[in-house]
């Protein structure tokens, strides 16, 4: 494959865009090589400017869970526009769409609508300080939950694809209000608690991480985080912002059965629109402005187009709940696929999935933090994502990150993916 245009489009780009790039993990600075310029794209596949067309297995991480283009979602958001694309008033679009949302997931009464996903985890942290009236909170190394100073410690995603999981720029105050975990591991949680008596205002997780590659929870890890807050009176933040509205209509809290008392939102509740939210019991949300003290804007929120999308994409979701079995179904026969290649070479490797999520690490031991995803061998994958490159199959351009599976795809496209391995596995 020719990647002569994007090259040029690249150079261009670098002249007047940092990096050439409006989000680092898309410069392919892991993997090196050019980054693919996207022309359009359709269903299961992207065109590329140079007139390549690959087999997506991104899904513009994670929001396109029906494919691209997809009509109810593009005719909603055209139809919309017609109408006028931002007011700064309310609409009744946005109570729709908040109502879909609170019906479809656990232990929500109430949803704020943002821009991105950075803003709902970022609002739900000042939120969660404001309810509890204490400033700590606990993260988990290589959990990502947006650019804000607070999450940029240990973070996963491109902050460690790049080395800066610990950017400059967040000052030592922030960053003193952060502790941090190993991912599964309820020790070492229970030791911060210890050691921080009354001060923690919560603990925010991704409930199935996919910011170091794809990291499965432990069930008790879940359960006993839950226990422990409950405990100490903390707040459990559940940011689902990949996982809502993609392991099941409800998300990772109806899946492991576990509440959350905060759960953000991203990706798939936009439709591909810049969407974020945060959701809660009434009492909790209660606490935010107008109606509480904790302060929480923004000029766009609820925006028209976004909000269409959203509604489009949740209302499909709702009424076809299959998609959420046949998403797996298809994530599951990748799994066996690539097993079944590797298996029978002399890599190390290890696959991690769940739902319609999956990464594939070379490394030996089981993923199960940040530290063990680490010790994968990166020299290895980047051969693998530049070789399944060239046969037409775009992978996520670092090993801390996670595939996302889209129903467009079809078991002949699976096929392709799985036969484009097996030419790339003896390469490796
Ligand atoms: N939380 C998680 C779990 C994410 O994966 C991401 C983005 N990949 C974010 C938060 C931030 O979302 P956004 O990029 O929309 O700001």
Known sequence: MLYKRSSELFAQASKVIPGGVNSPVRAFKSVGGTPVFVKEAKGAYLYDEDGNRLIDYIASWGPMIFGHAFEPVTNAVIEKAKKGTSFGMPTEIETQIAELAVSMVPNIDKIRFVNSGTEACMSAVRLARGFTGREKIIKFSGCYHGHSDSFLIQAGSGAVTFGTPNSPGVTQGTAKDTLLAPYNNLEAVKELFEANKDEIAAIILEPVAGNMGCVIPKH???????????????????????????????????????????????????????????????????????????????????????????????????????????????????????????????????INRFGSMLSVFFAKEPVVDFQSAMVANNDTFKKYFHGMLKEGVYLPPSSFESYFLNDALSYEDLDKTISALKKVVPTL
Not at 296 to 304: I, M
């Open 220 to 350: 008790e890890f879940l359960s006993g985080l839950r226990a422990l807050c409950d405990e100490h009176k903390s707040l459990l933040i559940f940011d689902e912002v990949m996982t809502g509205f993609r392991l099941a209509k409800g998300g990772a809290q109806e899946v492991f059965n576990i509440a959350a008392d905060i759960v953000t939102f991203g990706k798939v509740i936009g439709g591909g629109l810049p969407v974020g939210a945060f959701a809660a019991r009434a009492e909790i949300m209660s606490y935010l402005a107008p109606e509480g003290p904790v302060y929480q804007a923004g000029t766009l929120s609820g925006n028209p187009l976004a909000m269409a999308a959203g509604l489009a994409m949740l209302t499909e979701l709702n009424n076809n709940p299959e998609l959420f079995t046949s998403l797996e179904e298809k994530t599951k026969y990748l799994h066996e696929g690539f097993d079944k290649v590797l298996e029978e070479s002399e890599l190390d490797y290890t």
